[in-house]
């Protein structure tokens, strides 16, 4: 008999923490859902809806200008997914893409042995890995970047930590991102923790901030499709997709999406945070996770 | 003797007091006037002292504007927080 | 009488200096104010505005609406709008940023005068 009972309770403890750990995600994926929705139907017609999503916009500027309908996939685009002129002139810089000299670059900095002979491959499974990233650690409880990844990979080895945002890092990410492309986002939510840091994301996401109290939420969902100066917003849907990012910009720079972050935070007349922040480690982790299941199309060029 | 030692050790406890945070600018600003209000009766004064007092006095008002503004922004910063705390989670999709 | 005369003319010569001081002065708001809404450093507001009647603001961004017909508001509601747009549309993408103390009261003041003056119903 209470052997029987041991058993019940044990297996209800099992079935118990099977349902717990299934529900860690319930949130985010009621999130997803919504934010994926939000843009489907945005982007559906927006001259049909141009009352409801783009009150100020030109409708006769609208009708010439913009892309639609956009599906899912289309929305690694960014900005250019809507935006017809820009579209067509970065299809046109594609052609011969700026990126690929830091792609060659960074291909050769991932085979070139560090000194104790071992390279890159020696910490990950595969090259194309850039659609599990960022993760969150069990162990140590926290979101982990791809580019803590790497620069954990060269401390393993002996070698010095790279500089975040550019540069070097930004060069492997990129060769990474290029073997990744087709691959699809994949970010899970395994423990009690790991929703936290999701929660958290979520937060520093819609919560206004700096001195022009602005929020990504303002920018990228309510003004997605729409114009700040002459920079046509692109929708937070698909944003990490096309990681790094070649900004032609100011002569021309390869960015990591922590850099691209940062520039944003900042944007809104906050403190520049530090890259890999915990502010910015989780941001990341809610950012990516809501266009989880998004095929990669890294690196791309922006303006 | 030990009168000696215990002035010593008030004075050495009173300059650490002092390092810990700085001279205050009021003070010296104060002192620098009274020194140079002596100097100038006495008809010794030299040529820069007194604009030298001015510009001080200007750049302490100054650094009080300054730590003003910084005192303003940070509590705004966090006023503005608190109310964007209650109000966030409306923005959220559903 | 020819005094009285005299002081007539000084007074009305005067006064009519002052109004064109006046109208000077009202004309260097203005000017003031266009800097205000177009440099990206202070109100940096054509990042979402366009304007009414002055349609050679370049680069403008459309994320607020075109502002229009505002000399029919009080001034009082424009000021109050530009400092602080919180107070009136709780969570508005317009930054607050006279609240934020990024531009002054006599820029705004200077904003207003601009915006009455370029965005009369025609």
Known sequence: MLKKLIKIAILSMISGSILFAASYNAQAEKDRKAFVNYFLKKFQNPVKNHAKYFPNVNLDEMKKTYRYPLSFQDFQDGSLAWYKPSREQFKELNEFPAYSLEVDDGEVLWNKPFANGKTYSSCFPETGVRNDYPYFDTKTNEVVTIGQAVNACRVKNGEKPYKYGKGNIAKVIAYMAMKSRGKKIHVTIPSMAAAQAYEHGKKEFYKQRGYLSLSCNECHVVSSGKRLRAESLSPALGQTTEMPVYRVKGGGTLLTLQARLAGCVKGTGAEKPKLQSKTLRDLSYFLTYMSNGMKLYGPDTRK | ?94 | MINTKKIVAVAIISMLGASVTYAQSQQDLVKEGRKVFVTKKLGNCLACHTVQNDPNIPQAGNIGPKLSNLDTYPKDYIFNKIWDPNKTVPNTIMPPQGRSHKISKHQVDALVAYLQATTKAK
């Open chain 2, 1 to 94: 003797m030990k009168k000696l030692i215990l002035i010593s050790t008030i004075t050495v406890a009173f300059l650490a007091g002092c390092a810990g945070t700085g001279p205050s600018v009021n003070g010296a600003i104060q002192s620098a006037q009274k020194k140079y209000n002596q100097a100038h009766k006495e008809g010794v004064a030299w040529q820069h002292t007194k604009s030298l007092v001015t510009k001080a006095k200007k750049a302490a008002k100054e650094a009080i504007s300054y730590a003003n503004k910084a005192a303003y922004e940070a509590d705004t910063a966090m006023a503005q927080s608190a109310e964007y705390d209650k109000t966030w989670r409306a923005q959220v999709p559903r």
